[in-house]
């Protein structure tokens, strides 16, 4: 059996050099006619890639382009204006961090900037703080900090480590439409941060949007020290290698040229329409065969490397908004997607390794390896053996232990954590999910459903302005959720509402309380409880 074993991981093991990576995919429960038998389908697929490519409309619900491809061999673009803009965007993203790093770019009171603040969320957050943790240095010549959601501790927690460096503090606000409330919200915050120090927002301030989006027209009035494109046909969760990742990362002190590197590279070899030497397709298609082609599996990443950390949640995004969909193109209803979570090694082994190896058997797990421990030697600690040979130890025990239990895992290997490397796994995954969203028939470049969520929360801050706006129009009255409700309008969701006023009541800028009618009862009811403006 283990000679087996070892045949079937000497057929199935994808190596490339010029890669530096490695994919097993040995120990997922596929027969040795599968790939055959699903090659005619991939050649089908192989077209399509090139197609999208060359520039034909991929995303028909948006009738958009799907270029990310592009950002990083812009001679690929379908029009030579694209492959103007892409080169140009990238030497005025080496430019502009080149004056910030020599000081010919400073702040107002004339310190030179140590610090970026990044302003965004979902895509346009998720890439870049994933690249800035994994390729940290100390001698990082900028610091990163993120503003990624309308949390107000959240963003006061930041505020603290900046306080006293925010003249010394630059500000990215990046949204592609230019109106993403979250992004709004915290800009808004910053904006006013600023101005209690004595300091000029807009001396500070870098803008990332669409040509003519109300951010780019904000940013432009008010004079910002930049504005850096966002384009159409680069969706959020694949614009990292955009102005949106390589400003801040170029920033940091991040070689942008290794990484786009690594990525036109893999890019490459992904598009060989060889399976067999084709990581991504390879990746695609044990997606497929456990999935069986109808998703509802769960994709366990584990990468063991602390700087890999951030790994799981930007592929989370990638995967789920790309892969979860109610229709596929032609309209039909399949309600697919692929639920991705994970956490790094060896921290899984005391979490829910324990459900991995005898809970339900509903999902598969991708190992992500390095090989490359730390830049200098390490102490042998025990058993002759350093840490890293320990977390090594404990991956390949873990990836043997599933296996004897019958569990499906996929290992990814790099040599280790560099600009180039980093490169290579990005477009891998970005490719996989392209051809994986292909055999399946569905569009992976929108996401409808996020917008149904953007359109509930405006209807609730309208009821919210609603009840405050009548709380304060009789105030010192009281009223419980079922009066306010009959005096708002017999459309009123009375749960939402009840859900709003308890949090006007516990934020001292509303001047709501709440008071319960008989304090003394031990029970409760919610028509006991009476809010009033005072």
Not at 194 to 222: C, M, N, P, W
Not at 501 to 517: D, F, K, T, V, Y
Request: glycine share 8%; aromatic share 8%; with cysteine.
């Amino acid at each position: 059996m283990q000679a087996d074993n070892w045949q079937r991981f000497c057929r199935y093991l994808f190596y490339s050099e010029e890669l530096g990576l490695e994919l097993d995919i040995s120990k997922i429960h596929f027969a040795d006619d599968y790939l055959p038998g699903m090659e005619n389908r991939m050649k089908i697929v192989y077209a399509q890639i090139d197609k999208l490519e060359q520039g034909e409309i991929f995303n028909p619900d948006e009738n958009r382009m799907v270029g990310h491809y592009w950002l990083r061999c812009p001679q690929l673009a379908p029009r030579p204006e694209i492959t103007r803009e892409i080169n140009s965007t990238i030497a005025a993203v080496k430019h502009f961090a080149s004056q910030i790093h020599n000081g010919i770019l400073r702040g107002q009171n004339g310190r030179s900037f140590g610090n970026v603040l990044l302003i965004g969320i979902g895509g346009s957050s998720l890439g870049p703080k994933f690249l800035a943790q994994a390729l940290s240095q100390p001698g990082d010549k900028l610091k990163t900090f993120f503003l990624d959601n309308t949390d107000p501790d959240g963003m006061d927690m930041v505020f603290e480590e900046l306080k006293d460096q925010l003249d010394r503090t630059l500000t990215i606000v990046i949204s592609k439409s230019g109106g993403t409330i979250e992004t709004r919200n915290a800009m808004e915050e910053v904006r006013y941060l600023y101005r209690q120090k004595g300091l000029d927002f807009s001396k500070h301030a870098v803008s990332i949007t669409r040509a003519g989006s109300a951010l780019d027209k904000t940013s432009r009035q008010e004079q910002w020290l930049a504005a850096f494109p966002m384009w159409d046909w680069v969706g959020g969760r694949t614009s990292v290698l955009s102005a949106v990742g390589l400003l801040p990362l170029a920033l940091q002190g991040v070689n942008i040229d290794l990484l786009l590197q690594g990525a036109r590279k893999c890019d490459e070899i992904t598009r060989r329409p060889l399976t067999l030497k084709n990581p991504s397709a390879l990746l695609a298609l044990m997606w497929y065969a456990v999935t069986g082609g109808k998703g509802g599996k769960e994709m366990v990443i584990l990468p063991y490397k602390d700087r890999l950390q951030l790994l799981t949640p930007y592929l989370q995004q990638l995967i789920m908004e790309s892969l979860g969909k109610e229709t596929d193109l032609e309209g039909k209803v399949v309600r697919h997607g692929i639920t991705v979570y994970g956490n790094k090694g060896s921290t899984d082994q005391h979490s829910y390794l324990q459900q991995l190896l005898d809970g339900p058997d509903n999902f598969f797990v991708t190992f992500i390896e390095v090989l490359k421990d730390r830049q200098d030697s390490s102490l042998r600690i025990a058993d002759n053996s350093t840490s890293g040979d320990y977390l090594q130890a404990f991956l390949l025990g873990t990836r043997k232990a599933l296996t004897l239990k019958g569990r499906q895992s996929i290992t990814i290997t790099i040599p280790e954590i560099n600009e180039f490397a980093l490169g290579v796994l990005l477009a891998l995954f970005e490719r996989a999910v392209s051809m994986y969203a292909l055999l399946v028939n569905i569009n992976a470049y929108h996401q409808p459903a996020v917008e149904l969520g953007k359109k509930q929360a405006g209807e609730i801050i309208a009821l919210k302005n609603k009840a405050l706006d009548f709380l304060w129009a009789h105030k010192g009255q009281k009223y419980n959720v079922e009066t306010l409700a009959s005096e708002l309008g017999p459309e009123t969701d009375k749960e939402t509402l009840y859900k709003i006023l308890r949090h006007l009541s516990h934020n001292p800028q509303n001047r709501i309380s709440a008071e319960i009618e008989n304090p003394e009862a031990t029970d409760v009811s919610l028509a006991s409880i009476y809010y009033q403006a005072h």
